[in-house]
């Protein structure tokens, strides 16, 4: 595999970082490689800036423990629209039947604030399509790929040697290590044992 996706993580992470400068409550972004390839029809398909913002939207309303969403984290409400707005996305009148508020974009304000942000991420975008491109051409992704989702499916359970745990997608997690914030241990799916083994 080539050296992009450690590269776009990194972007993806500096990104993060320079929305926290305008928002210190913003948690720390643990594993900015999870975004890579992951896609939610009711936060955006392709990975942008924009899409980071939203993303940061829900991170800031985890923080202050408010509820941003139902229905599976399909519907995003007025609580996560009001945070929206804090972080300069604008959205449209009336919400969306199935996700609420979710449809939101950059305002003008924002724009000019991260246009540095943005450019750099960009740029990574475009590297790491390019490298990735090459690879689809003779590399089979699975009927995911050819519909158009993220391929990601179904997420498992990954734990860490402190406890805690993530629901994720294996491909993910085999992209990098997702490491946990409690004890610093990478996060992995445990061994299923057979139940015939007795």
């Given at each position: 595999?080539?050296?992009?996706?450690?590269?776009?993580?990194?972007?993806?992470?500096?990104?993060?970082?320079?929305?926290?400068?305008?928002?210190?409550?913003?948690?720390?972004?643990?594993?900015?490689?999870?975004?890579?390839?992951?896609?939610?029809?009711?936060?955006?398909h392709e990975l942008s800036f924009e899409r980071l913002l939203h993303e940061a939207v829900h991170?800031?309303?985890?923080?202050?423990?408010?509820?941003d969403t139902s229905r599976a984290g399909r519907y995003h409400n007025r609580r996560f629209?009001?945070?929206?707005?804090?972080?300069?996305?604008?959205?449209?009148?009336?919400?969306?039947?199935?996700?609420?508020?979710?449809?939101?974009?950059?305002?003008?304000?924002?724009?000019?604030?991260?246009?540095?942000?943005?450019?750099?991420?960009?740029?990574?975008?475009?590297?790491?399509?390019?490298?990735?491109?090459?690879?689809?051409?003779?590399?089979?992704?699975?009927?995911?790929?050819?519909?158009?989702?993220?391929?990601?499916?179904?997420?498992?359970?990954?734990?860490?040697?402190?406890?805690?745990?993530?629901?994720?997608?294996?491909?993910?997690?085999?992209?990098?290590?997702?490491?946990?914030?409690?004890?610093?241990?990478?996060?992995?799916?445990?061994?299923?044992?057979?139940?015939?083994?007795?």
């Open positions: 595999m080539s050296t992009t996706p450690p590269v776009l993580a990194a972007e993806l992470a500096q990104a993060w970082a320079d929305i926290q400068r305008y928002h210190p409550e913003l948690p720390d972004l643990a594993a900015p490689e999870s975004l890579i390839g992951e896609s939610s029809s009711a936060c955006g991170g800031i309303a985890a923080a202050r423990g408010v509820r629209l009001a945070i929206a707005e804090e972080l300069g996305l604008d959205h449209p009148e009336e919400p969306h039947p199935s996700s609420g508020f979710s449809l939101v974009t950059l305002n003008p304000e924002a724009k000019r604030r991260y246009r540095p942000t943005i450019e750099r991420l960009q740029r990574a975008l475009k590297a790491h399509t390019a490298a990735t491109a090459a690879d689809t051409a003779r590399s089979f992704r699975g009927p995911a790929a050819r519909h158009g989702s993220s391929g990601g499916g179904v997420r498992v359970k990954a734990v860490c040697d402190c406890g805690r745990n993530v629901r994720v997608v294996p491909s993910v997690l085999a992209q990098a290590p997702i490491v946990c914030g409690g004890c610093g241990k990478p996060f992995r799916i445990p061994e299923v044992v057979g139940a015939a083994a007795s």
